[in-house]
C-alpha cells in the first residue's frame, strides 16, 4: 500500500509517466419496444424490456497527473487483450517515455508474462523493458485511481441502454474526448504518513523487547 501512496505523492515525470489502469465490463441492451422520443413537456419513454445483445470488456488507463485518459473496447479481457492494449499505451500512447510505471489491480492477465503469451520474445522483452508494474493490495482496489475514472464514466455515459459495439465504442470516443479536452486530473493526498495514523489497525503490532542488563561474573 505504502508503496503506491508513494507513487501518487511523487513528483511527475515525463520520461516515467505514472499510469493507472483498470478493467469493467459493460453489457450491451437493445430494446425489445421502440422508445417514444422525448416531446416538449414530456420525458422520453422506454419501455422496461429489452434484449441481450453480448458484453463488451473495458479498458481504462487514466494518468492522474496529466489529465489524460483512454478507454477502450473488446470482445474479452484475455491475457492478449490486455498484452495489445499496453503495447498500444507504450508505443503509441507514451511512444517517447522512457519507462511507464502501470498501477493496476492483482488480476492474473495482468503481469509480464502475458506479453511474452502475446508477442514473440523479442517484441515482449521490448515492451517489458519500457514497463514497471505496480499492484495494489488485494483487499486495497481503492488505491486505484483508474476506478474514479470508471465511475465517472459510468455515471456519463454507460448509465443508460446501449445496443450494439459500434454505439458503444462512439459513445467512448466521444467521452474520452471531452474529459481529455478539460483535462480532468486526481489530485491525491492521502499519504503514507496519513495511513500509519488513520490505517493503524491494518498495521502488525510490535511489542517492545524488555531491555536485560548484563551482569558481570565475580
Request: aromatic share 10%; glycine share 2%.
Amino acid at each position: 500500500m505504502e508503496v503506491i501512496l508513494d507513487l501518487y505523492n511523487s513528483q511527475p515525470c515525463e520520461e516515467e509517466p505514472l499510469i493507472a489502469m483498470d478493467e469493467a465490463s459493460k453489457q450491451l441492451l437493445g430494446h425489445l419496444y421502440s422508445p417514444i422520443p422525448m416531446q416538449p413537456g414530456q420525458d422520453k419513454k422506454e419501455d422496461y424490456h429489452y434484449t441481450r445483445e453480448g458484453v463488451q470488456a473495458l479498458f481504462m488507463f487514466f494518468d492522474p497527473h496529466r489529465g489524460w485518459r483512454r478507454v477502450s473496447n473488446r470482445d474479452s479481457r484475455t491475457r492478449l487483450d490486455w498484452a495489445e492494449e499496453v503495447r498500444q499505451l507504450l508505443d503509441v500512447d507514451y511512444p517517447l517515455a522512457r519507462k511507464v510505471k502501470l498501477v493496476c489491480d492483482n488480476l492474473n492477465t495482468h503481469n509480464i508474462a502475458s506479453l511474452y503469451e502475446a508477442f514473440p520474445a523479442p517484441e515482449a522483452h521490448r515492451l517489458a523493458r519500457r514497463l514497471e508494474i505496480y499492484h495494489t493490495p488485494r483487499n486495497g482496489s481503492w488505491l486505484n485511481v483508474a476506478e474514479i475514472e470508471l465511475s465517472v464514466l459510468s455515471a456519463q455515459c454507460l448509465d443508460r441502454r446501449i445496443p450494439t459495439v459500434e454505439e458503444l465504442n462512439s459513445e467512448l470516443k466521444s467521452w474520452q474526448k471531452e474529459r481529455n479536452q478539460t483535462a480532468s486530473k486526481v489530485i491525491w493526498r492521502f499519504s503514507t504518513s496519513d495511513a500509519r495514523v488513520k490505517l493503524k489497525h491494518l498495521y502488525p503490532v510490535f511489542e517492545e523487547e524488555e531491555s536485560v542488563e548484563s551482569i558481570a561474573p565475580f
